[in-house]
């Protein structure tokens, strides 16, 4: 977390150092991310970042916080996990929402695209945390349709979260990173794949 010193400044000091930081690191793997460029940018001292900030990986961890909060105000209730919604309606959302977020917020995508360029183990663990997390979030909405009776019983929820998250893995790293993806032509691939995981998983097939 950032220092009280970063957040005593105004907040339009506050955003410029930001908007440098998710430049650079936008713009090259977490590794290769040079303080230098953010100083040079801002026209910061270094004394006066390591008054902000402990090093390059706190600024970075704040970066993604700051991502991570932009995306539970934009998803909204679709991020309310304790609201009853059919899973596959739900994630049918998630998908939609996240071409939407990514086109609102092209500078965090710039910065996911390095995230999964990036080779050194601190970032490959947050990476991997991050999609068990997705997997075990999906067990758990599953069972619960399960015991709801919205999906077949004798499906084996945790082969179906697996799948799921593959899935979504693969999305994002094949679609939301487009830079010019096709959004009509994307929301049809996904009602298509929606549907073939509803007919899979329908208890009353």
Wanted: hydrophobic share 40%.
């Amino acid at each position: 977390m950032p220092k009280q010193t970063f957040f005593n400044l105004s907040e339009s000091r506050q955003k410029m150092i930001l908007d440098a930081a998710l430049t650079e690191f936008g713009s090259r793997p977490f590794e290769y991310a040079n303080i230098s460029e953010i100083i040079r940018e801002t026209g910061i001292s270094r004394g006066s970042f390591y008054q902000y900030f402990d090093d390059k990986s706190d600024l970075f961890d704040y970066l993604l916080q700051m991502i991570g909060q932009a995306k539970a105000d934009f998803y909204g209730s679709l991020f309310d996990f304790q609201k009853d919604m059919p899973f596959l309606d739900r994630l049918e959302a998630l998908f939609i929402e996240g071409v939407r977020f990514s086109k609102t917020y092209p500078q965090y995508v710039n910065l996911s695209r390095q995230l999964i360029a990036s080779a050194d183990p601190r970032v490959v663990e947050q990476q991997k945390q991050s999609i068990d997390g997705a997997r075990n979030l999906f067990l758990t909405l599953i069972r619960h349709d399960i015991g709801k009776k919205r999906v077949r019983d004798d499906l084996d929820p945790n082969l179906f979260a697996t799948l799921v998250t593959d899935v979504m893995t693969h999305i994002m790293l094949g679609k939301y990173l487009e830079i010019n993806l096709d959004q009509d032509a994307f929301k049809a691939e996904i009602k298509q794949l929606i549907d073939l995981f509803r007919k899979g998983t329908n208890p009353y097939v």
